[in-house]
């Protein structure tokens, strides 16, 4: 049994996928050092040796390493820990759900009931990624009306500001849902809505969360020229913000999609480099909370369009192995969907249909899907299937399939 730690593991993995020796990567990582770190290769390299064998961690080399391999300090060494929101809610207010609404009824609105409020929206944002779309739409809608109806009641200023922010933050969770269900109208209408309380708040990271799901909505429509202008407009708001690292991913990807590998690589360090920056998130299970690890998933992305099939298949693996607890449990079960996508793509480019074809069965067959952003990836893997190996009877029945998905979109 292999004990190193998973970092440990991944120089290793990452290096294989390059092609290099541990003196290629030595000679990659100083090019990446600061001109007034001295440090000969024969003793990076005896560093090196310790670090890929676990023996030693690399300490002050960590943001350097991750840099050589193209992902964020917090990717390639993530720290570990998980917020129960419901919990929370408690701990933090002494107020269960049934206590909230009781006071809101009452036009109890104190700070303990904001912040409350504030909590169960965060606990929503992090029950996205697993909670099934229609439960999830039915209890955002119902907290969002909560929190709209406080307007009408005797608060503060400040208070008011809250509110507004608040319900900012779960229109866009709305949104997101209504077009995970394939409810574009819906989701457009409430992202604009989302976009109006952001500024009537003041609050650029709700601004900038709506641009970005500009950006999404244009990007699974195709409309690749639309990503870029909508990712600008929100950096342009947000610049500072975690949502720009988004941003910067979102309009990488549309590069990638438009052939232009230059401009792919741009946006994709622009975004690493922001992540450099901010402190490390305090809830990487919030939806609106750029994760370092999500970086990874992005890159995935790219690399799957540009036919970097070693370096995609890397990082499929490496998205599937953060996004699972140690019990097996999927955290992350629509990023894993796309990440399996991706190694069903190398798999049939590499001429095994069998392998592709699971990976992709795998992939469509998960409880909790974003129906767009799937159809969209997933015909990257029904196009090689049909170039490839159109003549095959369970090719043309998963590729079937598909049209069925790109149909109730």
């Not at 290769?41 to 040796?49: H, N, V």
């Not at 993530?78 to 929101?85: A, S, V």
């Not at 202008?229 to 690292?245: C, M, R, T």
């Not at 790219?302 to 955290?331: M, N, P, Q, S, Y």
């Amino acid at each position: 049994m292999d004990e190193r730690p998973d970092w440990a593991r991944r120089m290793v993995e990452e290096r294989a996928a390059r092609d290099w020796s541990q003196g290629d990567a030595v000679r990659a990582l100083m090019a990446r050092l600061p001109a007034d770190h001295v440090v000969s290769e024969q003793d990076l390299l005896r560093q090196w040796k310790r670090w890929e064998a676990g023996a030693a961690q690399p300490v002050k080399y960590r943001s350097v390493i991750a840099k050589t391999f193209g992902t964020t300090t917090h990717a390639f060494f993530p720290e570990r820990g998980r917020r129960d929101g419901r919990a929370e809610v408690l701990q933090v207010s002494g107020m269960d759900t049934v206590d909230i609404i009781a006071r809101l009824r009452a036009s109890d609105v104190d700070a303990a009931t904001l912040d409350a409020l504030r909590i169960t929206a965060d606990r929503l944002c992090c029950e996205y990624a697993y909670m099934p779309a229609d439960q999830l739409l039915v209890e955002g809608r119902a907290w969002l009306g909560r929190v709209v109806g406080l307007q009408h009641q005797r608060v503060s200023l400040a208070q008011h500001r809250e509110v507004i922010a608040l319900a900012g933050k779960l229109s866009l969770l709305v949104g997101c849902v209504e077009y995970d269900s394939g409810r574009p109208r819906d989701a457009e209408a409430t992202r604009q809505a989302a976009l109006m309380l952001g500024v009537e708040s003041g609050e650029v990271s709700v601004q900038g969360w709506a641009h970005e799901m500009r950006a999404w909505f244009s990007l699974t429509r195709g409309d690749y020229r639309g990503v870029i202008a909508a990712s600008e407009a929100g950096i342009a708001v947000a610049p500072n913000e975690s949502v720009a690292a988004q941003l910067h991913a979102q309009a990488a990807k549309a590069w990638a999609r438009l052939g232009d590998r230059s401009q792919t690589e741009v946006a994709l360090d622009k975004g690493r480099q922001l992540l450099e920056r901010l402190p490390y998130p305090e809830n990487i299970e919030d939806h609106f909370v750029v994760d370092p690890a999500k970086y990874d998933f992005y890159r995935m992305d790219a690399l799957r369009k540009a036919g970097e099939d070693r370096l995609a298949e890397r990082l499929a693996h490496e998205v599937i192995r953060a996004g699972t607890d140690f019990d097996g449990v999927e955290r992350s079960p629509m990023r894993l969907a796309e990440a399996r996508i991706t190694l069903g793509v190398v798999a049939a480019r590499e001429g095994d249909l069998d392998s592709a074809l699971a990976y992709g069965e795998r992939a469509l067959a998960g409880p909790r899907r974003s129906l767009p952003s799937l159809a969209m990836v997933s015909a990257d893997l029904g196009q090689v299937l049909q170039t490839r190996y159109g003549h095959a009877d369970d090719a043309r029945e998963f590729i079937a399939h598909l049209r069925e998905l790109r149909g109730s979109r």
